[in-house]
């Protein structure tokens, strides 16, 4: 699979507009449909840059492999949904989802202890 393709498959799997990764890579919209139709290839530095965007190996995105990143574990769902969302959020906005997506994390935690701690216990 050439490198257009997999930029296209990998955006379109993350439901994110042209325009949006686009404007993510601090890229035009044409670069980056040039990209995805094969008009046009990456330079390396855009390569580094757009599989670090979407958290895959520069080998995978060239097509030297289909294993999208070796070194790490894959983007989970929730990390997925997080990019997409924050992707057109100003900075501030993004502060305040972070603040909260922590304070939900922290208090789920917390919750799982509490249900542990009774299993444990022999009340649950």
Not at 17 to 42: C, R
Not at 87 to 105: G, M, T, V
């Amino acid at each position: 699979m050439d490198i257009g393709t997999r930029i296209k498959e990998l955006r379109k799997n993350l439901t994110l507009t042209q325009k949006e990764v686009a404007e993510a890579l601090q890229v035009s919209q044409q670069a980056l449909g040039d990209w995805e139709n094969q008009k046009k290839k990456p330079t390396a530095d855009k390569i580094e840059k757009i599989a670090s965007f979407f958290s895959v190996s520069a080998d995978y995105l060239l097509g030297k492999t289909d294993i999208k990143k070796s070194d790490e574990i894959n983007l989970s769902d929730f990390e997925l949904l997080y990019r997409k969302t924050s992707n057109n959020l100003s900075d501030e906005e993004k502060a305040q989802l972070e603040i909260d997506l922590k304070d939900f994390l922290l208090e789920r935690e917390r919750l799982f202890r509490e249900r542990d701690e009774k299993r444990k216990n022999g009340s649950l």
